[in-house]
């Protein structure tokens, strides 16, 4: 059962970097440096929105509108921390 939650937190912390890495792909693409309209662009950006996207949205619909600035990423690097960090030892300690 060990196992299972150390390859949880491995997920956990492989999907945190996953989240960063879609947060600084719309930066780029936000700012002009990467270009849309490239496939390969296209497709990661796609396959990052897919990954990301049915955790961010319903953080999106609880938090206020800020305008231009999404915090909602920051939120879920938060909450995939507060798992790691105390959820899952705490089921280990159940679990021993």
């Given at each position: 059962?060990i196992e299972?939650?150390s390859?949880a937190s491995y997920l ?5 970097y996953?989240v960063?890495?879609?947060?600084v ?5 936000a700012?002009?440096v990467v270009?849309y309209?490239?496939p390969?662009?296209r ?6 929105n897919?990954?990301t996207e ?5 953080i999106?619909?609880?938090?206020p509108?800020l305008?231009?600035v ?9 909450g995939c921390?507060?798992v790691?960090r ?11």
């Amino acid at each position: 059962m060990i196992e299972l939650l150390s390859f949880a937190s491995y997920l956990i912390d492989l999907y945190v970097y996953v989240v960063i890495a879609g947060v600084v792909l719309s930066w780029l693409l936000a700012f002009g440096v990467v270009n849309y309209s490239n496939p390969f662009v296209r497709s990661v950006y796609q396959a990052l929105n897919a990954v990301t996207e049915p955790l961010l949205r319903p953080i999106r619909n609880v938090l206020p509108n800020l305008g231009a600035v999404d915090i909602s990423p920051i939120v879920l690097i938060l909450g995939c921390f507060f798992v790691q960090r105390v959820v899952l030892p705490n089921i280990a300690k159940l679990v021993l």
